[in-house]
């Protein structure tokens, strides 16, 4: 079942790259949905553009190659259109935290059911190391002729601002971990969005920077919003600091298809449904 799981397209991705972590996370995941019953095709994979969207290719499950930043449109539509499924979106960090941020933060806000993994190496990796909003101040990359002076975007703190419902962040070089978030994440009824901290083998390398700052909190309470709000913090991601892992936010909350009228008018029944819309156009 895992070699159906991986596909025989020629992988691409740099030695050392964090995004082969991820890869057997979700295909660990798949396979534990599918021992619980749930089948495959009720699993889809929505990808962005960059490194992280190769991910598309390598694994054998339903999945939709999108525009730059604009993954959790379509995922949204997805949701929408079918709530059974069960979406999850591989985005990169200057995919969905530059172009695709409001994006991001409405499906946050409405609390769309899908679980979105941001694959964070604080870098555009597939088109040369460029700056994105994670980049660390200081950084000099390819579209910056000098160090650079801005500061840093704290991914985690704009989630919680937008009321998303499940906010966590993970390690590549921490696989299990990584693993229990994906499926927790997924698990989760609502929006739940996992900012995956990995290198750029070619462009980021920051190993021992995460090797030694990350760690697991031992009492913090994750259905404490102020606690969380604390929490993250500790790393504003625009210099060092102790980099705390696992769920940091976690609360019940009506899902956005919930009380729609799609919903409310029997999302199977089309012809029902386009009547009912017609009908109420009159």
Known sequence: ???????????????????????????????????EGIPRE????????????KMADYLNINS????????????????????????????????????GIAHLLFAAKRNVNMTVLVHNNRVYGLT??????????????????????????NPLSLLLSAGCSFVARGYTQRQK?????????IKHSGFSCIDILQICATFMNKTKEYDEQTYIPDDHD?????????????????????IALGVVYREKREVFHVGTPYKQQEYSNTELFVRRFIDGRR
């Open 1 to 35: 079942m895992t070699q159906q799981l991986i596909t025989d397209a020629q992988n691409t991705w740099c030695p050392g790259c964090g995004n082969f972590a991820i890869q057997h996370a979700i295909k660990d995941v798949i396979l534990r949905l599918e021992s």
């Open 42 to 53: 009720m699993i889809v994979l929505v990808a962005g553009i960059g490194c992280h969207a």
């Open 64 to 99: 939709l190659y999108t525009l730059h930043g604009r993954a959790v449109s379509f995922a949204t539509g997805i949701c929408m259109t079918n709530p059974d499924l069960h979406v999850i979106c591989c985005l990169g960090d200057g995919d969905t935290y530059a172009e």
């Open 128 to 153: 040369g190391g460029q700056v994105t909003p994670t980049s660390p101040t200081g950084y000099h990359g390819k579209s910056n002729p000098y160090e650079s002076t801005e500061i840093s975007f």
């Open 177 to 185: 971990e990584l693993t229990e978030l994906i499926y927790a994440g």
């Open 222 to 242: 994750p259905e404490d919003f102020d606690a969380a709000c604390r929490l993250v913090r500790e790393y504003p991601y625009t210099t060092s600091g102790k």
